[in-house]
């Protein structure tokens, strides 16, 4: 059985000392999670520091929001996968929506930055998804497959054990909108499905796919008690220690 991974997005939320509350919190209200659950705190980059050093002694998971396709360099304001690595990440989440609409982030940046998190140790949270507009035309498989197929590309079988990948529907981010439990495990199987294809059926069965897009402790039991839907990547909810934990424990259902 795949564990499940539950991620928390802080995104652009929280500063150092509201980080440390957060994460004390939620190390108090976790300290007996199940062996099964992975969680994963990514707060903003400010926080990686304070973030490292409360959670060294946990079984919670530190994780960035983003990094750089190279080592080091004359990148002004980015951060790369070793100086991650180094402060203590495990996991970066690369490719998410809004790096790609406001950053305009392609497949294939995308792509460069997925092989430098696997080189530097991290495991990549590799987000995908569709567009209202693309759903709204029929468009989705064509859009996730095409994704999918982007960010993998030249990723060796041996490195698709240490990614996760998430289905983040872009219409249902922030918007209190969420796929139906159904459609989202039809878009989940489709990935599972296509992972087969790029690679074998032993890859597709073991690889962790998250659902993401308004989950909410309402929700999160109906959402991840689907076959194919093997965690969360959280954002507004991951914010309150309560509603966060509350997500972490439907995934006990």
Same mark, same amino acid.
Request: charged share 25%; glycine share 10%.
């Given at each position: 059985?795949?564990?499940?991974?539950?991620? +928390?997005?802080?995104?652009?939320? *929280?500063?150092?000392?509201?980080?440390?509350?957060?994460?004390?919190?939620?190390?108090?209200?976790?300290? !007996?999670?199940?062996?099964?659950?992975?969680?994963?705190?990514?707060?903003?980059?400010?926080? =990686?520091?304070?973030?490292?050093?409360?959670?060294?002694?946990?079984?919670?998971?530190?994780?960035?929001?983003?990094?750089?396709?190279?080592?080091?360099?004359?990148?002004?304001?980015?951060?790369?996968?070793?100086?991650?690595?180094?402060? &203590?990440? @495990?996991?970066?989440?690369?490719?998410?929506?809004?790096?790609?609409?406001?950053?305009? @982030?392609?497949?294939?940046?995308?792509?460069?930055?997925?092989?430098?998190? $696997?080189?530097?140790?991290?495991?990549?949270?590799?987000?995908?998804?569709? #567009? =209202?507009?693309?759903?709204?035309?029929?468009?989705?498989?064509?859009?996730?497959?095409?994704?999918?197929? +982007?960010?993998?590309?030249?990723?060796? =079988?041996?490195?698709?054990?240490? $990614?996760?990948?998430?289905?983040?529907?872009?219409?249902?981010?922030? #918007?209190? *909108?969420?796929? #139906?439990?159904?459609?989202?495990?039809?878009?989940?199987?489709?990935?599972?499905? $296509?992972?087969?294809?790029?690679?074998?059926?032993?890859?597709? !069965?073991?690889?962790?796919?998250?659902?993401?897009?308004?989950?909410?402790?309402?929700?999160?039991?109906?959402?991840?008690?689907?076959? !194919?839907?093997? &965690?969360? =990547?959280? +954002?507004?909810?991951?914010?309150?220690?309560?509603?966060?934990?509350?997500?972490?424990?439907?995934?006990?259902?």
């Amino acid at each position: 059985m795949r564990r499940k991974v539950i991620a +928390g997005n802080w995104k652009m939320n *929280k500063n150092v000392d509201e980080s440390a509350m957060l994460i004390n919190e939620l190390k108090d209200r976790l300290k !007996d999670i199940a062996d099964g659950i992975e969680v994963v705190l990514c707060p903003p980059i400010t926080s =990686l520091g304070i973030g490292s050093q409360l959670l060294r002694a946990s079984r919670l998971k530190l994780g960035a929001q983003n990094m750089h396709f190279e080592d080091e360099g004359a990148f002004t304001g980015e951060v790369s996968g070793r100086m991650l690595k180094s402060i &203590g990440c @495990e996991y970066v989440i690369l490719g998410h929506s809004e790096r790609r609409t406001y950053f305009h @982030e392609s497949d294939e940046i995308i792509n460069r930055k997925v092989k430098k998190a $696997l080189a530097s140790g991290l495991k990549p949270i590799v987000c995908v998804g569709e #567009t =209202l507009d693309e759903r709204e035309r029929g468009l989705t498989e064509v859009v996730v497959t095409k994704q999918v197929k +982007g960010v993998l590309e030249g990723i060796p =079988l041996e490195d698709i054990r240490r $990614l996760v990948i998430a289905y983040e529907p872009v219409w249902a981010i922030g #918007t209190g *909108k969420n796929a #139906t439990p159904q459609q989202a495990n039809e878009v989940h199987k489709l990935i599972r499905s $296509l992972i087969s294809k790029m690679y074998d059926r032993a890859a597709a !069965d073991g690889l962790i796919i998250q659902y993401g897009g308004s989950v909410k402790p309402e929700n999160a039991a109906d959402l991840l008690g689907q076959p !194919d839907i093997d &965690g969360a =990547l959280v +954002g507004g909810a991951s914010l309150q220690a309560d509603s966060f934990a509350k997500i972490i424990e439907a995934a006990l259902l």
